[in-house]
């Protein structure tokens, strides 16, 4: 499972704005606290269980299972860093059961780590989270969400798959099955040229797929986004890139671009998932796929995730995020660029933080605008119909029709996942095969 995140970006415009969004970058390195004995987790749903290495009083016999158990040891011990993470070094064991291979990724809940599963035979995922309680909380609270969605996931075709879980050294750790890159890693390594319109339409259909089943359920995902959407294998081809071949020749490396062999995906990183409850007003998702209703503190629930998946499909057919921006009146502003002014009764009940980007029923732009460069990065972004248009050859109609029902400001005219999956740029597909 591919999770490497960036935390640089390319400056390429001349107002000085990032040309790709900056990222919520992973944090850094890590390491355990000196404590008595080795953790070592149970399968699935089981507590974990707690066994000490004593040393024996009088000599004992080495047998060939002591003999396996010395190699495949335990790291010596080490302090967690100062934020507590987790210290470690490539080839060491992490419990005797999984040998540490690389690392994939970072972030402000730990990392995560390509390890040999001994007893499995295969490679796996391991979140390690930081040793703070609050990370801990929340990485049990994650676990809790992993063995409910398992358990009606039954094929395992929609969400990541929970293989293990341990504590190990003050540190929960999470494993899981591993997979290929994310839809962001991959956009990424492809210099950003979007995707194939067949393609975005079957990762749509299974990302929406997922969040349905999420929500029959009763839970909200709350960060969707392109980070946390994984391709189940690593595997692609290369074909010309008929936009930028023209002029150039085939031993240039952008002649070419890569196509996933498989559209295969799964959702994944639970950690901010939550029941459906009532006044639900704290700030989730990250901003680029933040839905109005959260920025304007009205009020969320299934809606928010539904939006997202809408920005993720601008993004696939694109190659860059829809909402290129770090602060809420510029986002709010861009939204109406894209998609047409915010209906004037969610503005009237914004809540105390969000009153100020609102003036006489209005949204306060571009009166309210922090600066020129600003006003200039709304003022460039084209109608959503137009930005489609640029992009997709064929199949636009219907897309910006679903995406007109994704992206409606009033959460309540919002399409659901169910109402998006019988949308014609879904079953029209259907017919045709």
Same mark, same amino acid.
């Given at each position: 499972?591919?999770?490497?995140?960036?935390?640089?970006?390319?400056?390429?415009?001349?107002?000085?704005?990032?040309?790709?969004?900056?990222?919520?970058?992973?944090?850094?390195?890590?390491?355990?606290?000196?404590?008595?004995?080795?953790?070592?987790?149970?399968?699935?749903?089981?507590?974990?269980?707690?066994?000490?290495?004593?040393?024996?009083?009088?000599?004992?016999?080495?047998?060939?299972?002591?003999?396996?158990?010395?190699?495949?040891?335990?790291?010596?011990?080490?302090?967690?860093?100062?934020?507590?993470?987790?210290?470690?070094?490539?080839?060491?064991?992490?419990?005797?059961?999984?040998?540490?291979?690389?690392?994939?990724?970072?972030?402000?809940?730990?990392?995560?780590?390509?390890?040999?599963?001994?007893?499995?035979?295969?490679?796996?995922?391991?979140?390690?989270?930081?040793?703070?309680?609050?990370?801990?909380?929340?990485?049990?609270?994650?676990?809790?969400?992993?063995?409910?969605?398992?358990?009606?996931?039954?094929?395992?075709?929609?969400?990541?798959?929970?293989?293990?879980?341990?504590?190990?050294?003050?540190?929960?750790?999470?494993?899981?099955?591993?997979?290929?890159?994310?839809?962001?890693?991959?956009?990424?390594?492809?210099?950003?040229?979007?995707?194939?319109?067949?393609?975005?339409?079957?990762?749509?259909?299974?990302?929406?797929?997922?969040?349905?089943?999420?929500?029959?359920?009763?839970?909200?995902?709350?960060?969707?986004?392109?980070?946390?959407?994984?391709?189940?294998?690593?595997?692609?081809?290369?074909?010309?890139?008929?936009?930028?071949?023209?002029?150039?020749?085939?031993?240039?490396?952008?002649?070419?671009?890569?196509?996933?062999?498989?559209?295969?995906?799964?959702?994944?990183?639970?950690?901010?998932?939550?029941?459906?409850?009532?006044?639900?007003?704290?700030?989730?998702?990250?901003?680029?796929?933040?839905?109005?209703?959260?920025?304007? !503190? $009205?009020?969320?629930?299934? #809606?928010? +995730?539904?939006? %997202?998946?809408?920005?993720? /499909?601008?993004?696939?057919?694109?190659?860059?995020?829809?909402?290129?921006?770090?602060?809420?009146?510029?986002?709010?502003?861009?939204?109406?660029?894209?998609?047409?002014?915010?209906?004037?009764?969610?503005?009237?009940?914004?809540?105390?933080?969000?009153?100020?980007?609102?003036?006489?029923?209005?949204?306060?732009?571009?009166?309210?605008?922090?600066?020129?460069?600003?006003?200039?990065?709304?003022?460039?972004?084209?109608?959503?119909?137009?930005?489609?248009?640029?992009?997709?050859?064929?199949?636009?109609?219907?897309?910006?029709?679903?995406?007109? !029902? $994704?992206?409606?400001?009033? #959460?309540? +005219?919002?399409? %659901?996942?169910?109402?998006? /999956?019988?949308?014609?740029?879904?079953?029209?597909?259907?017919?045709?095969?």
């Amino acid at each position: 499972m591919e999770t490497e995140r960036v935390t640089e970006f390319p400056f390429a415009h001349l107002d000085r704005r990032p040309r790709k969004r900056a990222r919520l970058g992973w944090d850094v390195p890590q390491a355990p606290k000196a404590q008595v004995g080795i953790f070592c987790g149970q399968e699935l749903g089981n507590v974990t269980s707690f066994a000490s290495f004593v040393a024996p009083s009088e000599p004992t016999t080495i047998s060939l299972f002591d003999k396996e158990v010395a190699r495949n040891g335990s790291p010596p011990w080490r302090e967690d860093d100062k934020d507590g993470h987790y210290m470690f070094s490539l080839g060491e064991n992490l419990t005797s059961r999984y040998k540490i291979q690389s690392k994939m990724g970072e972030g402000t809940f730990g990392q995560v780590l390509e390890c040999w599963d001994r007893e499995r035979k295969e490679m796996v995922a391991i979140k390690i989270v930081r040793g703070i309680k609050k990370y801990r909380e929340a990485a049990m609270i994650e676990i809790e969400v992993l063995q409910q969605l398992g358990k009606h996931d039954k094929g395992g075709n929609r969400c990541v798959q929970l293989r293990n879980w341990f504590d190990y050294r003050n540190h929960i750790c999470i494993v899981f099955e591993k997979l290929g890159p994310s839809l962001y890693d991959f956009l990424k390594k492809n210099n950003y040229r979007s995707f194939p319109i067949d393609l975005v339409r079957e990762i749509g259909r299974q990302l929406l797929e997922c969040v349905a089943f999420m929500h029959d359920l009763r839970l909200i995902h709350t960060d969707l986004k392109p980070e946390n959407v994984l391709l189940v294998s690593q595997d692609y081809v290369k074909v010309p890139d008929y936009n930028k071949s023209s002029s150039r020749s085939p031993k240039d490396s952008s002649y070419f671009k890569r196509i996933p062999k498989s559209s295969a995906i799964k959702v994944i990183d639970f950690g901010s998932t939550t029941y459906e409850r009532q006044d639900q007003t704290y700030i989730v998702s990250t901003r680029h796929y933040r839905a109005p209703e959260v920025i304007l !503190g $009205l009020g969320w629930t299934y #809606p928010c +995730d539904v939006w %997202s998946i809408g920005c993720i /499909l601008v993004e696939l057919c694109t190659g860059e995020a829809l909402f290129q921006t770090h602060e809420n009146l510029e986002h709010l502003a861009m939204m109406e660029r894209v998609l047409g002014p915010l209906p004037q009764h969610m503005l009237k009940r914004a809540d105390r933080h969000a009153e100020k980007y609102v003036r006489r029923g209005r949204l306060d732009w571009p009166e309210g605008a922090a600066s020129r460069e600003s006003i200039r990065a709304v003022q460039k972004l084209p109608r959503l119909q137009n930005l489609i248009m640029q992009h997709v050859d064929h199949s636009a109609g219907d897309l910006i029709h679903l995406l007109q !029902g $994704l992206l409606r400001y009033d #959460p309540s +005219d919002r399409l %659901s996942a169910r109402e998006a /999956l019988r949308h014609s740029f879904f079953t029209k597909d259907s017919l045709r095969r």
